[in-house]
């Protein structure tokens, strides 16, 4: 048995660990073995030296195993485990729709998803608008309302891969978050946990993306595509554009009405609705319910086009503690700001440029995001009707609407989303809001 010191040693000259050094040094990370220090070099040795596919999927399957694994053969569900994950972005609600469109094509979909990060939004906080909606339920209801409902949204449990938890927050203080393998198996150890047996994910480019740049985006792509494959959950991964906000509503409860206007067929944003289709096109295809993708496509569109997908949703939300008749009531449930006012832009023209890091940044002033971890969020407050890139903007057509806790927020959110878009005299070509695919290969 190596000591955590040697095997940090190891790596910090530029060694390949092997599958039983890594074992040994995680296992130490979950029962407190391993001190904080030791963690802390060993993802720092890790930034610097990085991890061949053999080091990455050994860590993956390491931490995977610090916990417990779902098994979902007790159950007999009569379909495949599929779930998607994405980097996280600006008005990224894709996994409202996503989770019941495929519950309503055959898949059962235990999605495990994550709070807020920096200027981004978080689908648990998006959850926590509904009324009574549970988002941290005990495992057995978890597997019952994925049984019945086909598909459940839920927190992180204690139980799901511990040893990520603990290394997660020591990157988070010693500046060693951004290393692609430690974000591969942080990633993958939740989603090989949660027992599935295909997984679809949503890599953001561009300036509201953690991976600004297409070159980082790409490696992180290629990187959880194929370390997945290999620890045996087939996988593929989009790269999309975050150049923008990728609904027309960012926040919490503004983007749960948003997304039950798109179940419901009220109103479906063109970039948004071409990004759910495309990664449940890619699941069904994965999991062989459809041939290909543009037939898994095809079937995606027909649950909204039927109203199933909806009840999907009403379904879920009702097992997991909120109304049961949420698509009904939901604009007079979900919580509302008191102070509703129009960012107007400085000039007239068309929408060329967005800084859709900056929208989110307008969010968490607003009250929307945190800036500790510990902060409080305030659910009513967001942005509507957000003005895409193409768009004609001027004196009667704002850039968007504020909704505000107060005049002073307002304000201000107003002077940033003024600064954040770029307003020229022609209209810009649209890009695509798929970049690239990267396929596992096992």
Aim: with cysteine.
């Amino acid at each position: 048995m190596s000591l955590p010191q040697e095997i940090i040693r190891a790596k910090r000259d530029g060694r390949t660990l092997t599958a039983d050094e890594i074992g040994e040094f995680i296992a130490g990370l979950t029962s407190g073995v391993v001190s904080e220090g030791q963690a802390a070099a060993f993802a720092m040795a890790v930034f610097f030296q990085g991890m061949t596919l053999d080091e990455r999927i050994a860590l993956t399957r390491a931490m995977t195993l610090s916990g417990e694994t779902l098994n979902w053969q007790a159950p007999d569900l009569p379909g495949p485990i599929l779930d998607k994950h994405s980097t996280g972005g600006v008005g990224d609600n894709v996994s409202l729709m996503l989770a019941p469109m495929l519950a309503a094509c055959g898949a059962f979909v235990p999605m495990i998803s994550g709070r807020g990060l920096g200027h981004t939004g978080g689908t648990l906080d998006k959850l926590d608008s509904i009324p009574g909606y549970v988002t941290r339920p005990d495992l057995v209801t978890f597997k019952r309302v994925v049984r019945e409902a086909g598909c459940a949204i839920i927190g992180q449990t204690d139980a799901l891969a511990p040893a990520d938890r603990r290394l997660y927050a020591i990157r988070d203080v010693t500046a060693t978050v951004e290393s692609v393998a430690l974000i591969t198996a942080s990633i993958l150890s939740k989603k090989l946990a949660a027992g599935l047996e295909g997984l679809v994910m949503d890599v953001k480019t561009g300036s509201g993306a953690f991976m600004p740049t297409l070159d980082s985006a790409r490696e992180l792509a290629e990187s959880i595509a194929t370390v997945a494959t290999g620890a045996g959950l087939p996988t593929v991964s989009l790269i999309t554009d975050m150049n923008e906000p990728l609904a027309s509503a960012a926040g919490n409860a503004v983007e749960v009405r948003n997304a039950i206007d798109f179940l419901v067929g009220r109103r479906r944003d063109a970039r948004l609705l071409r990004v759910t289709l495309a990664l449940g096109g890619e699941l069904l295809a994965l999991a062989g319910l459809a041939k290909d993708v543009e037939e898994g496509s095809a079937l995606m569109q027909r649950t909204l086009d039927s109203g199933a997908a909806a009840e999907r949703f009403e379904q879920m939300v009702g097992a997991l503690g909120g109304p049961q008749d949420f698509l009904r009531r939901a604009h007079a449930l979900l919580p509302r700001a008191p102070i509703l006012v129009e960012a107007i832009p400085d000039a007239d023209g068309f929408v060329v440029g967005v800084d859709a890091r900056a929208v989110g940044l307008a969010i968490v002033e607003l009250g929307g995001g945190r800036r500790q971890p510990s902060d409080a969020i305030d659910p009513s407050v967001g942005l509507t009707d957000l003005a895409s890139i193409g768009a004609e903007v001027g004196p009667e057509a704002p850039l968007a609407r504020i909704h505000a806790r107060n005049e002073a927020g307002a304000e201000a959110a107003a002077r940033r989303l003024r600064a954040a878009y770029q307003i020229g005299d022609d209209t810009p070509e649209r890009a695509d809001a798929i970049v690239a695919r990267f396929a596992g290969v096992s």
